[in-house]
């Protein structure tokens, strides 16, 4: 079954791990996995690029910040030479993060592979929540994902719950319509805190008190976002992997059915390295991180940390702090599992006031980590996990940092003319271009693991790298706030079909950084400051940051040209009835009905 509305082939992708198998019975049960490139029968290219991709950039690394590269100005002007210095260092950071990125693709290429699933021992206790905020998310997405809960497949007790944050008498309603249980926090004050594991308004704190008043009557809750439609074989595919006794999550990729607008393609497709890749590798250190937008997870694992963590992106936060922490019955560190199922079907941004704003709460709250718990873990996580979280934590800020030291290097050099090291442009421009075409190479030889239905086979995934390079601006615009300790706060995006609308100051930090470089591309014409590397690497700059724009311009006017083409579409005009006949009154009376064959009306559903 297909979630309705949908015309994709989420059957298949719902079992990419392959069929279910009967673990062995004369030993204990561990999760075991397959690994993705022992799988491949042609794998000595991705071996060639996962070894030549990080040596020829590291081999760019060593090449600018040589020091017989450096800038060396006699007797000059000693703001010039700070300069110099700052420019050689921003420089030799950014080619540092690009050779710490293909790092991370490589080493997750070499390790990414998928659990064997098995099927779920009979008789659990599961819980599948979902959560409502009235006001905010229309009664009708909670109908389609109540609908599809009811109708999971599961040998052993099974409750739906809806865990209403406002009350509202039709989700009451709405429950009692399809069998399901309702629960609400609104009016209990304990459960209505400032801050804490039941803040106020907030995801986590909803759960947390659900989790307080019926958490003990379960063994596992299932959960999906209020805009996720569950597959039925959510628990069958799912809830095996806890037969190994420390796993205490197990999470599914996120997809996007809502797949018309072109920002939502885009979306979708920029996700592809973090569950089609990253997601697998961490299945290596039986860390993959915690997603809350469809998972399973063990009760008594979840109350041992006190609950969902209190954080802007608490799904992440609550992973980290479960796998720094070991199972009391067994003395082992927990685990998570990652399958490559797709087991449910979501809404994605469909604007890019909404994109922008889901990748600044996911940005804010990998920083929160990274300063709020990420120092727990030297020395008290192993060093395989300790090294995928790291990999996986560095994303965001590796991005935001190389962003804006290439337009300070950019501003430095076109305004000021300084140079932090002196190298041939050609060389540099050669040995940029094959590092990029190597990691662009191995990227796209990845994509042959794309757990995603609905982008095409064979599909390069421009688009999605094109995406994860226009939401620097916005990556560096929350690392500011986070470094700045300003309030992050969660924001519900509209769902159910809806999108806010954009406009002109969706842009503004775009249009603010546009603007930056396209003067300091004036004033080098001016000053004389014409190296052919900073140029180029200006005018990227400026044609990342105006990309977005474009795009919403474009789209714009493609919308306003159809509402035009269907306004001056020419009226149908309609037939005329048939004079009568007047045939004289003495002529016979009887008429002939025309013969009328029903022609049946072929439908094809998009189901």
């Known amino acids: 079954m297909r979630p309705e509305g949908y015309e994709y082939d989420y059957d298949i992708h719902s079992c990419l791990a392959g069929p279910l198998m009967e673990p062995d019975r004369a030993a204990a049960y ?69 050779l710490v990125n293909v790092v991370s693709v490589a080493h997750a290429t070499m390790v990414a592979r998928d659990p064997i699933p098995v099927p779920a021992e009979v008789g659990t206790r599961v819980a599948f929540l979902t959560t409502y905020v009235p006001g905010k998310e229309p009664l009708a997405m909670v109908r389609a994902t109540l609908e599809g809960a009811v109708q999971l497949r599961h040998s052993g007790p099974l409750e739906v719950w809806l865990l209403d944050e406002g009350d509202a008498p039709e989700a009451r309603a709405l429950c009692a319509e399809l069998g399901v249980r309702h629960f609400t926090r609104n009016g209990v004050p304990e459960w209505n805190r400032r801050s804490g594991v039941h803040k106020a308004r907030t ?144 809404e994605g941004p469909a604007s890019w006031t909404d994109f922008f704003t889901q990748q600044l709460r996911w940005s804010r709250g990998t920083y929160e980590t990274l300063l709020k718990q990420y120092w727990k873990a030297p020395f008290r996580v192993p060093p395989g996990r300790l090294l995928s979280y790291t990999l996986m934590l560095v994303y965001y800020p590796m991005t935001a940092v190389n962003w804006f030291l290439g337009i300070l290097s950019c501003v430095l050099f076109l305004w000021l003319g300084a140079s932090g090291t002196q190298v041939s442009s050609s060389i540099l421009l050669m040995l940029y271009s094959d590092a990029a075409a190597l990691q662009i190479g191995l990227y796209l030889w990845n994509r042959r693991h794309n757990v995603s239905p609905h982008e095409p086979e064979g599909s390069g995934g421009l688009a999605g790298m094109a995406m994860s390079a226009l939401s620097a601006p916005v990556y560096l615009k929350s690392l500011g706030s986070a470094l700045l300790r300003t309030r992050g706060r969660f924001v519900v995006t509209p769902k159910g079909g809806e999108a806010s609308p954009d406009r002109l100051m969706t842009f503004r930090l775009h249009l603010f950084w546009a603007a930056v470089l396209l003067a300091s591309l004036i004033a080098s014409v001016f000053l004389g400051h014409t190296h052919i590397a900073m140029r180029t690497w200006a005018v990227l700059a ?22 035009t083409t269907t306004v001056s579409a020419p009226m149908p005009t309609p037939a005329l009835a048939p004079e009568p006949d007047l045939a004289p009154a003495t002529a016979p009376a009887t008429t002939t009905a025309p013969a009328t064959t029903a022609v049946p009306v072929a439908t094809t559903g998009g189901n």
Do not use: C
């Open 30 to 98: 561990r999760v075991r996995y397959r690994s993705l490139l022992a799988r491949e029968p042609r794998r000595i290219r991705a071996v060639l690029l996962m070894a030549l991709a990080p040596l020829l950039s590291g081999s760019l690394l060593v090449y600018l910040v040589w020091p017989s590269h450096r800038t060396v100005r006699e007797g000059g002007d000693r703001w010039l030479i700070v300069f110099d210095h700052v420019m050689l260092g921003s420089i030799g950071l950014i080619a540092f993060f690009m």
């Open 203 to 346: 995801k986590h704190g909803n759960y947390n008190a659900w989790l307080a008043m019926h958490g003990d009557d379960y063994d596992f809750f299932a959960s999906v976002d209020t805009d996720h439609t569950p597959l039925p074989n959510f628990l069958e595919r799912m809830l095996g992997y806890f037969r190994d006794p420390d796993v205490a999550f197990v999470v599914g990729p996120q997809v996007y059915g809502n797949y018309t607008s072109p920002v939502t393609k885009a979306a979708e497709s920029q996700q592809f390295l973090f569950h089609a890749l990253i997601q697998r590798a961490g299945n290596r250190y039986h860390a993959p991180m915690f997603v809350g937008t469809n998972n399973i997870v063990r009760i008594k694992a979840l109350k041992q940390i006190g609950g969902l963590y209190d954080s802007i992106t608490e799904d992440m936060a609550t992973g980290f702090e479960l796998h720094r922490t070991r199972n009391p019955l067994t003395g082992r560190f927990w685990r998570s599992v990652y399958t490559p199922d797709v087991l449910a079907v979501g």
């Open 542 to 563: 400026l044609v990342i940051a105006l990309a977005p724009v474009g795009v919403w311009l474009w789209t714009l006017r493609q919308e306003r040209a159809a509402r």
